[in-house]
């Protein structure tokens, strides 16, 4: 069987291994190398069946998917790639993670590192005979909060058909733009303030360049590369007269990357979770991404050209890793 022979249906989207995965057994890459097919993945082979342009100013329209069953089954995915595109390769949560765990029940329990205490190094050395310091790794007392976020497409298929694709895939990528600021704002909220021993440093309403200086010192042993702060103190770091050289400034517009303390970089978080502090870690020790299986569409309202309150959704989770890997400024009341 080739791929232009396959059968389609909604039961590909029902396996657990999700729809690309399943139709990739059915019809493997692998039997295209050398071949004019190869490079393509067993979706991408099916929208060249039956010849959907899904990118460019010769975009089809919408209702090409809908021309005969086996290609309307292409719908879901192609909405699901869409977002994704955005969620998997243009989240600014990925440079706050250590390590991406992806699971497949909403019952997670992590685990945690002992922190390294750089104050006690010196006192560590082994000598002969001597015991050899512990590291205690330990499960986590609560469960990951995995938490849903996502959007409803909600257009009636009469009005969106002769749609080009290229323009519904922009209205999608906003959908993706949406669940990378929920991610966002739950990965803060786990590195903020919220549990034990996480580093609180007090400083005045007024940040100065001293404040990096202490961050960094109090964040020692781990690397001080990552600086998150909310509208407010994101401005007041860029307004900084030590960010307001003639090379910084060069680069900044030129660039659009501000100049950030002490090379880390610098991350703007538009919600209010900070609540005036900000945040700065070693993005690798500090957190832990937990997915929840992979974005989520309604397959069958899609197939079934029931668009309405058709839901994209995607399901993750985050835990600290390493505790004394983040440390927060935090405002005087």
Request: aromatic share 8%; with cysteine; charged share 25%.
């Amino acid at each position: 069987m080739t791929f232009d022979t396959l059968k389609l249906d909604k039961g590909l989207y029902t396996s657990e291994m999700g729809f690309t995965k399943s139709l990739e057994m059915i019809d493997p890459s692998e039997n295209y190398k050398g071949t004019e097919l190869e490079g393509l993945d067993a979706y991408e082979r099916q929208l060249k069946r039956f010849d959907i342009k899904v990118k460019g100013s010769n975009s089809d329209t919408i209702s090409k998917f809908f021309q005969t069953s086996d290609s309307a089954v292409l719908f879901p995915e192609y909405i699901r790639r869409s977002v994704a595109a955005v969620v998997l390769h243009d989240n600014v949560v990925d440079d706050l993670v250590a390590t991406t765990t992806v699971v497949d029940s909403l019952d997670y329990r992590s685990v945690q590192c002992e922190p390294v205490d750089s104050d006690k190094i010196v006192e560590s050395f082994i000598t002969e005979g001597a015991f050899i310091p512990e590291t205690n790794i330990k499960t986590n007392d609560k469960l990951t909060k995995l938490k849903k976020s996502g959007r409803s497409l909600v257009a009636s298929y009469e009005a969106i058909k002769s749609q080009r694709l290229d323009l519904f895939a922009v209205m999608l990528r906003q959908i993706g733009n949406y669940i990378n600021s929920c991610q966002l704002a739950q990965a803060v909220t786990a590195l903020s303030y919220d549990g034990s021993g996480v580093v609180e440093t007090q400083t005045k309403n007024e940040i100065s360049y001293s404040d990096f200086i202490s961050l960094y010192t109090e964040l020692a042993p781990y690397e001080f590369n990552t600086l998150i702060a909310e509208t407010n103190e994101f401005k007041k770091i860029i307004n900084m007269s030590e960010f307001k050289d003639g090379t910084a400034g060069l680069d900044f517009h030129g660039t659009g990357r501000p100049i950030t303390p002490l090379g880390a970089k610098l991350i703007h978080c538009k919600t209010n979770v900070l609540e005036g502090a900000i945040v700065v870690l070693d993005k690798n020790f500090a957190l832990e991404k937990v997915q929840f299986g992979d974005i989520v569409t309604d397959y069958d309202k899609l197939i079934d050209r029931q668009i309405e309150k058709a839901t994209v959704t995607s399901t993750v989770g985050f835990n600290r890793i390493v505790n004394r890997a983040c440390v927060n400024l935090v405002p005087k009341n």
